[in-house]
């Protein structure tokens, strides 16, 4: 069993910065990707950024120049830096493993952004 727990959300100024990470446990060895989704009121969830197991990164358009994912192959976590925030970026982001053929999700962490 996989499981992920997210930290760092939290309340910044638009042109902020938070930086999120997620703590991956189990056997995540043989992963696909790990990755970020959000998903803001309203709206369904979206790809933010993953990373494949053999290291090309995937950003979705909104977090390219702002946003960089990487990984901590020795602590098992996907860091997720987010630079100069929007207050469209406010959403709870959700960390996301994706193994052999299933898929796992953490529990959350909120993102507000005020302007």
């Known amino acids: 069993q996989v499981q992920l727990v997210e930290s760092g959300g939290g309340l910044v100024q638009a042109g902020g910065s938070l930086r999120l990470s997620c703590a991956a446990s189990?056997?995540?060895?043989?992963?696909?990707?790990m990755g970020w989704y959000r998903q803001a009121p309203g709206k369904q969830r979206e790809l933010v950024a993953r990373?494949?197991?053999?290291?090309?990164?995937d950003y979705a358009d909104s977090a390219k120049g702002r946003f960089t994912i990487s990984r901590d192959n020795a602590k098992n976590t996907v860091n997720l830096q987010m630079n100069n925030l929007k207050p469209e970026d406010t959403a709870v982001y959700y960390c996301?493993?994706?193994?052999?053929?299933?898929?796992?999700w953490g529990q959350g962490t909120q993102v507000t952004v005020s302007s």
């Open positions: 996301h493993v994706w193994i052999m053929s299933s898929g796992y």
């Open positions: 189990g056997s995540i060895l043989r992963f696909n990707y």
């Open positions: 990373i494949f197991s053999g290291g090309y990164l």
